[in-house]
Nanobody, 122 residues
Framework: QVQLVESGGGLVQPGGSLRLSCAAS????????MRWYRQAPGKERELVAR????????YYRDSVKGRLSIARDNAKSTVYLQMNSLRPEDTAVYYC???????????????WGQGTQVTVSS
């Protein structure tokens, strides 16, 4: 059965750092495009960062560029989000997402984790 399990969230002061982890199982992790999303109360879920299967390509939304960094370890089937210089507006539930091939060309499937809370406050 497919699982994405996030961890590493918590309370941090503005300017502080945190590292989120997402442990994956039940599919071929190295073939999957991995993403981090976040959602604040009353707001739409938004894409934070993504990384390609081999880990050679990364993308970030403008508001996190230079502060957040996505990485993956295919041997551990884990994707990370290193968060530095955190701001109160980074406060949200952070979700791990996988876009995985079904095995048929042009066909993919989405998987989601349960989320982990990040709170940036004094």
């Amino acid at each position: 059965q497919v699982q994405l399990v996030e961890s590493g969230g918590g309370l941090v002061q503005p300017g502080g750092s945190l590292r989120l982890s997402c442990a994956a199982s039940g599919f071929t992790f190295s073939y999957a495009d991995m993403r981090w999303y976040r959602q604040a109360p009353g707001k739409e879920r938004e894409l934070v960062a993504r990384i390609t299967g081999p880990g050679t390509g990364t993308y970030y939304r403008d508001s996190v560029k230079g502060r957040l960094s996505i990485a993956r370890d295919n041997a551990k089937s884990t994707v990370y989000l290193q968060m530095n210089s955190l701001r109160p507006e980074d406060t949200a539930v952070y979700y791990c997402n996988a876009l995985a091939p079904r095995g048929l060309m042009g066909t993919t499937v989405d998987y989601w984790g349960q989320g982990t809370q990040v709170t940036v406050s004094s």
